[in-house]
């Protein structure tokens, strides 16, 4: 195995990013070592035989942790620092465009991204794959305190440590920023718990049912059930003074009224107080957890108004926040085409379909808006892929809209109910630029009347803080 014999005739220079700073190595060019990987790894291993093989050409430490940390995102989104292409234009050798002769080198990297960012700022080749640039960069990486004596290897660990830390803060804060993993959190646990309040409250009405089996014939409400369940308790307790507490529950003096009357002539059996005594217990964990169900879809739909009004507006909050949860964020849903939000969450039927040449789905989580189910069926299809075409677009105006407004999730639940109407009646549409016109002369609307309402409120709180 030759470290010449990848790289031709041509000079080989290596760039080496570390948290210290950028170091540009170059290959000794006379050097070559045995055939097998394994003799590769053994010379890299050691830095007297190492150092024979490569050549520091220069190192360029970052100004700051904040310079490191704006040269790490760069590079990590395929960027290319502005600070380190003065450092290889100062360092590496000058070379024309030219299409007939080719540079007379070529630079190793570690990444694809980088190497194409690279190869559009300077006319020279950059090579990411061969087992050449890996094992050198591997062995700079090794010995790199030992090339740069500035640098002790526990300044460089220290300061790897540090650009870790600062990275993944600020990867951290653009996603609370964005507050979609909240909406994320929330709806995976509503649709847990409305699986768990389900088979909760069925448990309730069986156990209960052993005690007063009429009562289940009466209210087919699994809620309504579990309270009144731990309203009446005994049945042999139930008569005319509880008729009120039980209107109360149920808002129907009429239902009340057979509650009672089903109670005096009840086939169900005789249970004891400390078997009671659990099932109250167990109806008032029932209805707590509806009451925090309650509680998380009010805060579920506040955070969707707040993130994603468009997107809401437009399909509803959970099948909404559904769509992002699946997708996993709301700009990664903005990224999807209309195609692939159309049959998202219906994964499994595809390739099913696919692998068997079968009919491909028409929908996946969609199919849950009332849209899908108002439509008729042959337009279903035809509805769900104009549904994800606007939700589509919903999600791409709340992820990189500056303004919050559901101004344009409005107008375009408006083009859905449209045309429903024309599928049923043939009325034609609105246009979409008419309707969008419409929704963006809206939202301007609405950007100066804010200001003038705010200078208002301060107007008249001035009175009130001079009495």
Not at 94 to 105: E, H, L, N, R
Not at 430 to 450: F, T
């Amino acid at each position: 195995f030759c470290f010449c014999c990848d790289q031709g005739m041509s000079k080989l220079y290596l760039l080496f990013e570390t948290a210290p700073g950028y170091g540009l190595f170059s290959q000794i060019q006379s050097e070559e070592i045995g055939a097998s990987v394994e003799q590769v790894e053994a010379s890299t291993a050691k830095f007297p035989i190492f150092n024979q093989m490569v050549k520091l050409e220069a190192f360029a430490p970052f100004r700051s942790a904040e310079d490191a940390l704006e040269n790490i995102n760069s590079l990590s989104e395929g960027v290319l620092p502005e600070y380190l292409q003065e450092f290889l234009e100062q360092n590496l050798p000058k070379s024309k465009k030219s299409k007939k002769k080719a540079p007379s080198f070529s630079l190793g990297v570690t990444e694809e991204k980088l190497a194409a960012s690279i190869s559009e700022a300077f006319p020279i080749k950059c090579d990411y794959r061969s087992q050449t640039v890996r094992e050198l960069l591997r062995g700079i990486r090794l010995h790199f305190s030992s090339f740069v004596k500035v640098v002790e290897k526990k300044d460089v660990a220290q300061a790897q440590l540090g650009l870790s830390h600062s990275y993944s803060r600020s990867k951290i804060k653009f996603n609370v920023n964005r507050a979609d993993n909240h909406i994320i959190q929330s709806i995976s646990l509503l649709d847990q718990l409305d699986k768990d309040i389900n088979t909760f409250a069925m448990r309730v009405r069986e156990w209960y049912s052993w005690h007063f089996p009429e009562l289940a014939r009466v209210v087919s409400d699994n809620i309504l059930f579990a309270k009144l369940a731990m309203f009446i308790q005994s049945k042999s307790t139930l008569d005319e003074t509880k008729v009120d507490g039980m209107e109360e529950i149920v808002n129907d003096r009429s239902i009340a009224e057979e509650i009672l009357e089903a109670a005096r002539t009840s086939m169900g059996t005789e249970i004891s107080e400390l078997d009671m005594m659990n099932i109250s217990n167990f109806a008032k964990r029932v209805i707590s957890l509806d009451e925090y169900r309650r509680q998380l879809h009010a805060y579920l739909s506040k955070k969707m108004g707040a993130v994603a009004p468009n997107l809401a507006a437009l399909i509803g909050d959970q099948v909404g926040a559904r769509l992002i949860a699946h997708a996993g964020s709301l700009t990664n849903l903005a990224k999807y085409p209309a195609s692939t939000v159309q049959i998202l969450g219906a994964e499994k039927a595809l390739f099913r379909a696919l692998k068997t040449r079968g009919n491909t789905p028409k929908y996946g989580l969609i199919f849950h808006s009332s849209f899908i189910g108002r439509a008729g069926t042959r337009d279903k299809g035809r509805v769900s892929r104009f549904l994800a075409n606007k939700c589509s677009m919903a999600s791409r105006i709340d992820s990189f809209s500056e303004q919050r407004t559901n101004k344009y999730g409005e107008k375009m639940k408006q083009q859905v109910e449209e045309r429903l109407e024309f599928y049923e009646t043939g009325k034609a549409p609105q246009k979409n630029l008419d309707a969008m016109h419409d929704a963006a002369e809206e939202v301007k609307l609405e950007a100066d009347v804010a200001p003038m309402e705010e200078e208002t409120e301060t107007k008249a709180e001035k009175p009130k803080k001079s009495s």
